[in-house]
């Protein structure tokens, strides 16, 4: 098989030649069709997150063929298309795991962080955090499964209002905003200022306003999510919420928050933040895609071009998601 592989933090992935991986009990191994590329990459080969396991294989938007099964798996079958996200494993028994949240499990295993990942040819994943995907495309689902998972988490936490906020017009919110506009939301696309290109895309896909990130939208938003890792946002998405409004931040990594008045949070506005995702939530979502009918913009390279893919991601060189293919 082929990988990129990240040995030291802040360094290139480096391509290397390793035999095929076997899939031990519990386990199957997928030969990877395509995987996206997340923010959360940059923030894992940019020594952002604490303690990745390396060398690592980067990636956790996969999807691909089941080849081989572990002892003790019967589903998903050799010849199904799967998708495998961020979450790679759960302990299944400590008291979040226990109450519905294994999102934030105590002992939790992460795909392309603490177990090797999909820029690669092929991945080893748990079999019961891998899902049956019924799609023709696999370029075009593979963003669905981190940029579409965490959006639709991040969207359940921001609750039922109307009016939603989208700051950082990416892969998440390019998806999310799709959702919203099927569910009868109104879409409010924040950018970059000068991100013409990124606002014209939200305005394409039914966004009801689309600006700068430092400018008040026409109206005040019921919640904001911010996908954007900058903290500076946070005040600016309270200032735009009504009063018993929520801001929820979706990204793992943030740079940090600035002071800012209390006005700001009073009148019981709410500031959140998520983590992870659950199983539930990608059964959930994969199926309001299909309901939805989700279409993904991407940009496509090479396996061999991870590297200029993430850089290109760091620089906001393209719209949607980029996807890495074999």
């Known amino acids: 098989m082929r990988a990129m ?9 480096v391509p290397e030649a390793r035999p095929e991986p076997a899939p031990g009990p519990g386990e199957i191994r997928v030969r990877v069709e395509a995987c996206a590329v997340c923010r959360t990459d940059l923030h894992v080969v940019d020594g952002d997150l604490a303690n990745p396991k390396l060398p690592i294989v980067p990636g ?12 003790g798996v019967a589903q998903p079958a050799v ?3 799967v998708g495998i996200p961020w979450l790679g494993h759960t302990c299944g028994h400590c008291a979040y795991c226990a109450a519905g949240s294994e999102n934030l499990c105590d002992t939790p295993a992460f795909t392309g962080y603490t177990r090797d990942g999909g820029f690669a040819t092929h991945v080893v994943a748990d079999a019961a955090f891998a899902f ?12 669905l499964m981190c940029a579409g998972l965490i959006g639709w988490r991040s969207l359940s936490i921001a609750g039922a209002g109307r009016r939603i906020g989208l700051y950082g017009f990416g892969a998440a919110a390019h998806i999310l905003a799709q959702v919203c506009r099927w569910q009868g939301r109104d879409v409010y696309a924040f950018t970059r200022a000068g991100d013409t290109a990124a606002q014209g895309l939200a305005l394409q896909l039914g966004a009801r306003w689309a600006g700068s990130s430092d400018e008040m939208p026409p109206d005040l938003l019921d919640a904001a999510i911010i996908f954007a890792p900058v903290g500076d946002l946070v005040p600016l998405a309270l200032r735009a919420v009504r009063k018993g409004g929520r801001v929820v931040c979706g990204g793992i990594h943030m740079s940090d928050i600035p002071q800012f008045p209390y006005s700001l949070l009073w009148e019981e506005r709410q500031l959140v933040s998520v983590a992870n995702l659950t199983r539930r939530d990608a059964v959930d979502f994969l199926a309001i895609a299909r309901q939805a009918g989700v279409k993904t913009t991407t940009t496509v390279y090479p396996l061999a071009q991870a590297n200029e893919a993430l850089a290109d991601l760091r620089a906001g060189r393209f719209q949607g998601a980029a996807v890495l293919v074999p």
């Open 5 to 13: 592989v990240l040995h030291a933090l802040g360094c290139a992935l």
């Open 60 to 71: 956790h938007e996969i999807v691909g063929i089941v080849e081989a099964l572990g002892a």
């Open 79 to 81: 010849g199904m298309r």
């Open 132 to 143: 049956p995907l019924a799609v023709d495309d696999p370029v075009a689902a593979a963003p």
